[in-house]
């Protein structure tokens, strides 16, 4: 991981003492030069980002995650395109490196055909959590190993993205079975599929119920008011969570409008435009994805999700799989089992601060 943007997470890095004075500097150094050094660095090695998509069939997921890219990501015929219903879900992963004005991008994108496809549908989540948590698991066996490469591959789910059937009522009890299982292990954002099925203000009174269940049934979406850094962060996704979730419309299809082609969807009332925010919120997607928050969703799965992960993982047992270059880990004194989190990892942060400070 190579982050060039601070990580919001308050366990991420350690804030400097309030005790230090700046230096008066009499002339130029060049430590401005250390963003340029960052930037090269970070162009060479490029960058990973692995996303997730859940929802039922027919709701365009292929076909956003296509849009988001403006790339033909899947190749191949998915379930819902002239194939049977797969009788069980499925996870199917696909990765293709994606470079812009010199940027690579290793982009990897897991589908999930079948879910909630059944007449019982009790458990189909349990693939979907195995999948995010076996991603975990084999970080965390190249992370404690004495010889490990000097760059871990990294297959884990940064962001999931849940399509919530455009229904107008609420949300279903199987997306809130789920969401409350996937907001603890990962950074889950909502949307609304094929939005266009909706008038304007079935639409909003549809985004504001399921606001009111995520709250309710205490579900944590991207971003969460707790890593909300400073004042322009606050700002920022304050004005995201309101519009939470996305009312989105994907398209792989040109079309000409005023003499310019633009993405859209064909009606007999004419042509949805996917990137006018007239029509819909394709664009909000996009840049909190994207343009805004990529490195902040890797950074939260690497500081949160996988450190809350990796904490129950040594805590619970020392009799881990042996492998190459085994670790020994003492076993864990009796006691009641503590629930690992973002507090105690600060607890821990905050203490080291202070020990350091009496070292000076």
């Not at 366990?11 to 230096?23: F, I, L």
């Not at 002239?82 to 490196?97: A, C, D, F, N």
């Not at 004495?146 to 962001?159: E, K, L, N």
């Not at 579900?219 to 969570?241: A, G, T």
Request: hydrophobic share 30%; glycine share 6%; proline share 8%.
């Amino acid at each position: 991981m190579d982050p060039l943007r601070q990580s919001p997470s308050p366990c991420s890095s350690r804030p400097s003492s309030p005790k230090t004075p700046p230096c008066e500097m009499h002339g130029y150094v060049g430590i401005e030069d250390v963003l340029d050094q960052l930037k090269i660095k970070a162009m060479k090695m490029g960058f990973e980002f692995n996303i997730m998509v859940v929802g039922q069939s027919g709701l365009g997921k292929s076909t956003m995650v296509s849009t988001l890219f403006k790339s033909k990501v899947w190749k191949c015929t998915l379930p819902g395109r002239g194939m049977p219903i797969p009788q069980t879900l499925q996870l199917k992963s696909v990765t293709h490196v994606i470079e812009e004005k010199g940027v690579k991008l290793k982009l990897t994108v897991t589908d999930t055909p079948g879910f909630g496809d059944q007449i019982n549908n009790d458990k189909c989540w349990d693939p979907i959590l195995g999948y995010i948590n076996e991603q975990y698991e084999r970080y965390l066996q190249e992370e404690i190993l004495i010889t490990r490469q000097r760059h871990i591959p990294d297959t884990r789910v940064h962001c999931c993205v849940y399509f919530v059937p455009p229904t107008g009522h609420c949300l279903r009890p199987l997306d809130i079975e789920l969401l409350q299982r996937l907001c603890r292990t990962v950074n889950v954002v909502p949307v609304i599929a094929r939005a266009d099925s909706l008038t304007l203000e079935e639409r909003e009174a549809f985004r504001r119920r399921i606001q009111h269940n995520l709250r309710t049934h205490c579900i944590e979406v991207y971003p969460q008011k707790c890593f909300d850094e400073d004042i322009n962060d606050r700002i920022l996704n304050s004005k995201i969570r309101d519009r939470i979730p996305f009312a989105v419309v994907g398209s792989d299809q040109e079309y000409l409008v005023n003499g310019r082609c633009v993405l859209g969807r064909k009606t007999k009332w004419g042509i949805i435009e996917v990137e006018n925010m007239a029509h819909c919120e394709f664009l909000l997607l996009r840049d909190l994805l994207i343009r805004s928050h990529l490195q902040d969703l890797k950074d939260i799965t690497h500081n949160v999700h996988y450190e809350n992960y990796r904490v129950c993982r040594l805590n619970e047992s020392h009799v881990l799989p042996r492998g190459p270059c085994w670790v020994n880990l003492a076993p864990t004194p009796p006691g009641p089992p503590v629930a690992p989190g973002p507090s105690k990892v600060c607890r821990q942060a905050r203490e080291d601060s202070d020990d350091d400070e009496d070292d000076y």
